[in-house]
Nanobody
Framework: QVQLVESGGGLVQAGGSLRLSCAAS????MGWFRQAPGKEREFVAA????????AYADSVGGRFTISRDNAKYMVYLQLNSLKPADTGVYYC?????????????????WGQGTQVTVSS
């Protein structure tokens, strides 16, 4: 049973920063997605198992950074220059192929999510 556990969400003012963490036992390509109230879940960032390949949504490029520490089985999402539009529940997801994927349909396992709220 694959378990993904997110942490690090919270309330922050616009322009602030947060770091999200995801504990993921095993070897996976990993992604972060988010879902705002009343909207569909959307891709944010992804990283290959090796860490050598990453991908970002246009809306977060240059502000968010995905990274991983395979020795600790941890994946991180650094969120900088946050905007109210970044508000939502952030989910980490695992892909058995070890590669970078941006489609929600390519991920087999999902965490429970962590809330990020950015106030204006």
């Amino acid at each position: 049973q694959v378990q993904l556990v997110e942490s690090g969400g919270g309330l922050v003012q616009a322009g602030g920063s947060l770091r999200l963490s995801c504990a993921a036992s095993g070897r996976y390509g990993m992604g972060w997605f988010r879902q705002a109230p009343g909207k569909e879940r959307e891709f944010v960032a992804a990283i290959s198992w090796s860490g050598g390949q990453t991908a970002y949504a246009d809306s977060v490029g240059g502000r968010f950074t995905i990274s991983r520490d395979n020795a600790k089985y941890m994946v991180y999402l650094q969120l900088n220059s946050l905007k109210p539009a970044d508000t939502g529940v952030y989910y980490c997801a695992a892909d058995l192929s070890l590669a970078v994927h941006i489609s929600i349909h390519d991920y087999e396992y999902w965490g429970q999510g962590t809330q990020v709220t950015v106030s204006s």
